[in-house]
Structure formats: C-alpha cells, structure tokens
C-alpha cells in the first residue's frame, strides 16, 4: 500500500514535467539569425575620357562667308555693329566673336575658330545669334 501511494505521488510529482517536455518537443525550433547582407559595393566608376580635341584651324583657313546658309541662318555678320538686331534681339552693343565663349582665337587676333563654323575662321569682330558670354 505505501508503495502505490509513493509511486502515484511520484506520478503525480512528474505529470506536469511530462506535459512540458511534450510542448518542448512540439514547438517550432527559432529561426536561426540570418544577417543582413551589407549593401553591395557600386562597381568604379570609369575614368572619364577626355573630350575629343577641336580640329585645329590655321591662320590660313577660309573665313566665313554671311552668305553661308549657316551663317546666315544664325545672323552671323563679320562686324557686329551690322548684326540685324530686329531678327536677331539677341545681339546687344558690345557683343562680338572676340568676347564669346565659343571664340578660339587668341587674344587681340583679328580672327579666329569656332566650333559652329567647323574649319573656318570667323572675324574676332563678328558676331551669330550663338554668341555666349566667355567667362
Ligand atoms: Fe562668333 Fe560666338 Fe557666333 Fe562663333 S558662336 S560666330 S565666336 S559669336
């Protein structure tokens, strides 16, 4: 009799040992941790390939003519003062080849490229409608 009653206590004791154990073993196992992959590295940039050189004009390129259909299209005029201010209300005094941005002659040349008027020469008094204030 003392044997039943010790090992239904005993029994007793264990049962709520046998429930958690049959959750342990039921549950789900955690989710390992899985680390962020760090962001990717953007690849190098490629170095910048220079810009292509102007073609060089000479001293003894052809100047343009105004009759040029370019030419005339952009206003172009070998002096400034004759620019047609009424087509062109671009132009204002003082504007000329010399002093515009697109203006590859040397300073105090007489004339000089333009990239507009490929290998030709434009006087440095002259002015188009593309005249940009040289920095
Ligand atoms: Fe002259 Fe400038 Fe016109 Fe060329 S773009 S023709 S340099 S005003």
């Avoid at 049962?15 to 955690?30: H, R, T």
């Avoid at 962001?39 to 190098?44: E, F, L």
């Amino acid at each position: 009799m003392t044997l039943a009653i010790t090992t239904r206590r005993r029994f007793v004791a264990l049962l709520p040992l046998s429930g958690l154990a049959v959750l342990a073993a039921c549950s789900k196992a955690p989710e390992p941790v899985v680390e962020a992959a760090p962001p990717p590295v953007p690849a190098p940039m490629p170095a910048p390939t220079p810009a292509p050189a102007l073609p060089t004009v000479g001293a003894d390129a052809p100047m343009v003519d105004e009759a040029d259909a370019t030419a005339a299209s952009l206003g172009y005029v070998a002096v400034a003062t004759r620019a047609d201010a009424v087509r062109f209300p671009a132009y204002a005094a003082g504007r000329q080849c010399s002093n515009c941005a697109l203006y590859q002659g040397a300073a105090g040349s007489v004339a000089g490229a333009c990239p507009i008027f490929t290998g030709r020469r434009v006087a440095a008094e002259g002015w188009c409608s593309s005249w940009a204030k040289k920095a």
